[in-house]
């Protein structure tokens, strides 16, 4: 099992930049794929950024070539780098860690995420 705890959210204005940050605790943190969610008040939650445990990564396409995902395996973290925010960035940013077992079967964890506002 794997808990997560994330950091790095708060107000920022238009085109600025956040790091978000998501360290798990437990153990064999390289076999997870490890994601980024968001949810926006009165919207589904979506799929940011995914990094995978061989390294892959996959963005939604509103954040290509605005965020990076990248992963200290050393470390248990994770980062969402966030420039050029837009408002319509703001959300809860939730950290997420998925262990695939055989057939096809996984089991995620979340964290309790972080509030992101881009608000002039």
């Known amino acids: 099992q794997v808990q997560l705890v994330e950091s790095g959210g708060g107000l920022v204005q238009p085109g600025g930049s956040l790091r978000l940050s998501c360290a798990a605790s437990?153990?064999?943190?390289?076999?997870?794929?490890m994601g980024w969610y968001r949810q926006a008040p009165g919207k589904q939650r979506e799929l940011v950024a995914q990094i995978f445990s061989g390294g892959g990564t996959n963005y939604v396409d509103s954040v290509k070539g605005r965020c990076t995902i990248s992963r200290d395996n050393a470390k248990y973290t994770i980062y969402l780098q966030m420039n050029s925010l837009k408002p319509e960035d703001t959300a809860v940013y939730s950290c997420?860690?998925?262990?695939?077992?055989?057939?096809?079967?996984?089991?995620?964890?979340w964290g309790q995420g972080t509030q992101v506002t881009v608000s002039s």
């Open positions: 997420n860690a998925r262990l695939w077992g055989g057939s096809g079967y996984y089991t995620d964890y």
């Open positions: 437990g153990s064999a943190f390289s076999l997870y794929d």
